[in-house]
């Protein structure tokens, strides 16, 4: 217990990374709702990142240092048998101001996830650029989206992505609308 306190104590840059780089992800993606008084669904892109972790008090502490996401619970039975003991805890960061500034600050020293921080830059940079006012995104952005961040987005062989659940019916629903 007392080296789990000094670890939270000693939070450097260079562990985040680490830790971002070891177990972070960077989601590119289309987020929709449906709006009952339109009776429409609306699209719009995102870019998450996301740093998992046991120990609550690292996740707070990185919390503190940047000012910025929100931590989630994730119960052991959501992970249907891959894991057992205690709770597992998720910062995730979703705000796009937000990503591009933690983006812009670990980009000169990750190393794993360097090709998918650079992408997930343009990405951020391609939403605030093209933020709609009032209107909603039109589909001819979504689709350049999909095609230039979504679909580039490196997948490894095991990943939920890679195996393509949710993601067709999220683009059979985009290009209905």
């Not at 939070?11 to 429409?40: H, N, V």
């Not at 959501?78 to 003991?85: A, D, E, S």
């Not at 796009?96 to 996830?113: H, P, S, T």
Request: with cysteine; glycine share 8%; net charge positive.
């Amino acid at each position: 217990m007392q080296r789990e306190c000094k670890i939270v104590e000693s939070l450097t840059l260079d562990y985040i990374i680490g830790l971002f780089d070891g177990e972070g992800c960077i989601s590119i993606g289309f987020a929709s709702k449906y709006d009952y008084k339109k009776s429409r669904r609306s699209w719009w892109p995102y870019v998450k990142v996301t740093i998992a972790n046991s120990n609550l008090a690292v996740l707070r502490k990185i919390r503190g240092y940047f000012k910025m996401g929100k931590i989630y619970t994730m119960k052991p039975e959501w992970f249907k048998g891959t894991r057992k003991g205690g709770d597992c805890y998720r910062l995730d960061i979703m705000d796009v101001n937000d990503v591009l500034r933690f983006f812009d600050v670990i980009d000169q020293i990750v190393f794993i996830k360097r090709e998918e921080v650079g992408l997930g830059k343009e990405a951020c940079r391609y939403i605030l650029e093209n933020r709609p006012h009032g209107q909603g995104w039109s589909e001819v952005k979504l689709v350049f989206f999909k095609a230039n961040f979504v679909d580039k987005l490196p997948t490894l062989p095991n990943s939920r992505r890679a195996k393509g659940r949710g993601r067709k019916r999220k683009i059979a629903l985009l290009s209905q609308d």
